[in-house]
Nanobody, 122 residues
Framework: QVQLVESGGGLVQAGGSLRLSCAAS????????MAWYRQAPGKQRELVAA???????NYADSLKTRFTISRDNAKNMVYLQMNSLKPEDTAVYYC????????????????WGQGTQVTVSS
């Protein structure tokens, strides 16, 4: 069994910052890509940022100047630093991981966290 648990969401004023964390736990053999997605009310889920096991990153074009993704491979964690937040950043933020499970890996599976609400007030 694998779990992804997000934390760090909340209510913040426009211009403020938040740092989201996601911890992966369970029968993990290895983690490949990790990412953050978000879904605003009435909209489709969209990619915010992704990071490979080697540290290469990819961002939504509109967010790359304000958001930073990072990961700690030793702790199986991924983070999202969000600065200069805007009301349009309000959404549920989901952690994603593509990983291989124990005992021997070999097959990659997609896992999602339960989501954490981020609300930015104007």
């Amino acid at each position: 069994q694998v779990q992804l648990v997000e934390s760090g969401g909340g209510l913040v004023q426009a211009g403020g910052s938040l740092r989201l964390s996601c911890a992966a736990s369970g029968s993990i053999f290895s983690i490949n890509n990790m990412a953050w997605y978000r879904q605003a009310p009435g909209k489709q889920r969209e990619l915010v940022a992704a990071v490979t096991s080697g540290g290469s990153t990819n961002y939504a074009d509109s967010l790359k100047t304000r958001f930073t993704i990072s990961r700690d491979n030793a702790k199986n964690m991924v983070y999202l630093q969000m600065n200069s937040l805007k009301p349009e950043d309000t959404a549920v933020y989901y952690c994603y991981a593509q990983l291989e499970v124990r005992p021997q890996g070999g097959v990659r599976y997609d896992f999602w966290g339960q989501g954490t609400q981020v609300t930015v007030s104007s």
